[in-house]
């Protein structure tokens, strides 16, 4: 069973950056897709960027596309979320997942981490 632990979240003002991780412990399936979502008080949980295994095919919610890249460090088994000219919009608690298929649904998303939280300031 794979477990994911986020790390790098914090408080940052606008226009600045942050860089996320989320360690694997353990090996999933080499067709698996690894994803980061968002989310609010309030809001249901939102998805941001996802990414294969094999560190491709990354693609972008509209809401972040040319301000953040996904990628993967696959000897290290370690996520990535860079995040740059971030935006009071972009606070929330930002959650790592793995799941078997190219869908930006959380449904189909099995394992989740326990979240980092990101804060952006004016």
């Known amino acids: 069973q794979v477990q994911l632990t986020e790390s790098g979240g914090g408080s940052v003002q606008a226009g600045g950056s942050l860089r996320l991780s989320c360690a694997a412990s353990g090996r999933a399936s080499s067709n698996s897709v690894m994803a980061w979502f968002r989310q609010t008080p309030g809001k249901e949980r939102e998805f941001v960027a996802l990414i294969r295994w094999r560190n491709t095919s990354p693609f972008y919610a509209d809401s972040v596309k040319g301000r953040f890249t996904i990628s993967r460090d696959n000897p290290e088994n370690t996520l990535y979320l860079q995040m740059n000219n971030l935006k009071p919009e972009d606070t929330a608690v930002y959650y790592c997942?793995?799941?078997?298929?190219?869908?930006?649904?959380?449904?189909?998303?099995?394992?989740w981490g326990q979240g980092t939280q990101v804060t952006v300031g004016y």
């Open positions: 997942a793995i799941g078997s298929q190219y869908e930006r649904d959380e449904r189909t998303y099995h394992t």
